[in-house]
């Protein structure tokens, strides 16, 4: 049950064959360089899998040699190389190996089309945004989803931030389709953002929805 089919002298040779493979993954990681580790695109993240799974194997199975694996080293990381140099010579492989940059947030409104293409659901980015300090998205002049799955964010001066809709949690659950007081209000699906006269139902100009939330003006704090 402890050992499978090994005998006891096959935990000295995991020790060895472990100890192998982690040297060969270290170098293997500091030839792919710093980029290769901070910041992960899905190029980067297949290579990295590679690695992982051909170091796996010869670590704990006996009928699995090293050098195969030091092989499989060899050739994921010379196509690393390779799949470098084309991206650096050639925008369009650039492109479809990584991806491009998508904006998200654009004047304190979200960018919908952009938004829908993203795999990111909208809580996600609402903590996103939180964690660097954002509580209203009129502070916010432009949100951009990096090829890494990073979010760059480019605030407004504290001089020019707008009313925008409050992402702070549970902020969406007061979502009206009435107007009772005139007021700022931001729509809760795209953010568009306008003042607002009593009424009974009111389409926002941008998504054409029909709930709105109260919108706050409040600055980021630094």
Excluded at 17 to 23: A, K, L
Excluded at 66 to 71: G, H, M, Q
Excluded at 129 to 137: A, E, H, K, P, Y
Excluded at 161 to 183: C, E, F, R, W
Aim: charged share 25%.
């Amino acid at each position: 049950m402890l050992l499978g089919s090994e005998e006891w002298h096959f935990l000295l040779e995991t020790v060895l064959r472990t100890s192998v493979m982690f040297v060969i993954i270290l170098a293997g990681l500091r030839i792919l360089g710093k980029r290769g580790i901070k910041q992960l695109s899905v190029f980067e993240l297949v290579v990295i899998i590679g690695l992982g799974s051909a170091a796996g194997d010869p670590m704990f199975y006996k009928d699995v040699g090293v050098l195969p694996a030091l092989t499989v080293f060899i050739i994921v990381i010379s196509l690393h190389w390779l799949v470098t140099y084309l991206i650096g010579k050639n925008k369009a492989f650039e492109l479809l190996v990584e991806g491009k940059p998508v904006c998200l947030i654009k004047g304190g409104t979200f960018s919908i089309e952009n938004f829908k293409k993203e795999a990111l659901g909208e809580d996600e980015f609402f903590a996103e945004l939180r964690i660097q300090g954002v509580s209203q998205l009129g502070q916010v002049e432009e949100a951009i989803e990096e090829s890494s799955g990073e979010i760059s964010i480019f605030y407004y001066e504290d001089a020019d931030v707008k009313y925008g809709l409050p992402i702070m949690p549970d902020s969406l659950k007061n979502a009206v389709t009435q107007i009772h007081d005139k007021a700022h209000y931001s729509c809760a699906f795209c953010g568009y953002t306008e003042e607002l006269s009593p009424s009974t139902r009111h389409s926002c100009a941008q998504c054409k929805k029909t709930e709105w939330v109260r919108s706050s003006s409040k600055k980021r704090i630094r």
